[in-house]
């Protein structure tokens, strides 16, 4: 029972990435940051999610913020621990936070770069 709800989630993500239309995938890299994770429980692929910011101002301070936000909720969603919480599933998440954290802050470094040019 408790796999089938690791199961789940990942499946879940998947079918969002294959129902996102082509051009949204292959939009400028200023318009989207790609979050790549370690999938949890360990043994399952990495995971992509797309944090959409082409509508933010990442001129000003708010728009960064937001992007932040955007960024640290899908890092959450992707990591989170569903069950059980213990000491291995702990480091597994923090693991895959970092992960996550490594792919996005160069995007996001070089969108507000592109924003202030």
Known sequence: MQR????A?????????????APALAQDE???IVVRGKQMPRGYGPVEMIVK???LN???RAGVGEMEKRVTNTIRLMCRIN???????????K???E???ASARPQMDRAVRAASD
């Open 4 to 7: 089938s709800r690791y199961l």
């Open 58 to 60: 990442l001129s000003s």
């Open 95 to 97: 693991t895959c936070s």
């Open 53 to 55: 910011i082409g509508d």
């Open 9 to 21: 989630f990942p499946a879940a993500v998947t079918a969002l990435l294959l129902a996102a239309p």
């Open 30 to 32: 200023t318009q989207q």
């Open 99 to 101: 992960f996550a954290w």
């Open 83 to 93: 069950a059980p919480i213990n000491a291995s599933n702990k480091r597994e998440s």
